[in-house]
């Protein structure tokens, strides 16, 4: 595990125990000793930046936010992909003919168009209400990064229907983040490991759910959380504990990166 040079993690039920809602004291110790280890630690988080949590202390790298369609750190803007106007515009049109509000997210600002249980649930894992604002036609008019909704499973394809250039990635299962075709997790990663001039074969990864597959496959060692979904479990190159029991505090420990 010496090679690691740069480790990305996902936030909610990641680094952040879904049931506590909260950062244990050893996780954020590992963050802390793997940047004087030398090891690069960023953010991968289909959250806005304005929403990332700060943690005591700790100074992340570089940040990939809205599913990698954001990625910046503290100098450079590393990867700007919006969603295509064209298909934001019918995606709203798509939610409104199956009565599902619509939040959509730029770069500075995250705004909806209402709300319903599914939507303020999805919000909550943030600790956030939905920012419902008569300024959603105002900041439609800007570049869209992410979309976020309600669904289930049987609407994808009612609100992706015409849309050329958009796809779902969802980590859970009433509720859908929306990015540009050619985004994703993976896309950020590749683009944060060619600014910094690292190896895939140097990069590690930890997530929990759907939308961090890509994440765990791009990476040279992807690492899900005990508590990840099945489906990331078996593309995972090693599991470790869940983030209730500091998983990823004990496997730093035991593969010496700590």
Known sequence: MSKVKIIFFDIDGTLIDMTKK???????????????????????TGRAPGSVPKFDGVDFDAFLTFNGSYCFNSSDVILSTPIPKVDVEKMIENATKINRPVS??????????????????????????????DDFDEVLK??????????????????????????????WD?????????????????????????????????????????MLQTVGTGVAMGNALDNVKAIADEICGTSAEDGIYHYCLENGLI
């Open 22 to 44: 909260a950062i244990s004291d050893k996780t954020v110790d590992t963050l802390l000793r793997l940047k004087e280890n030398g090891v690069k630690i960023c953010i991968a």
């Open 104 to 133: 959509i997210a730029g770069k500075d600002r995250v705004v909806a168009n209402g709300t319903d249980k599914d939507l303020s649930d999805y919000f909550g894992f943030a600790k956030q209400e939905v920012p419902v604002s």
């Open 142 to 171: 800007g570049e869209i990064y992410q979309m976020m909704m309600g669904g289930r499973k049987d609407e994808y394809d009612d609100i992706l229907k015409d849309v050329e250039n958009a796809r779902i990635t969802a980590w």
């Open 174 to 214: 009433r509720a859908v983040d929306i990015i540009p075709v050619n985004g994703g997790k993976g896309k950020g990663i590749e683009a944060i490991l060619e600014y910094y001039g690292i190896d895939r074969s140097e990069s590690m990864a930890f997530g929990d759910g759907g939308n961090d597959i890509e």
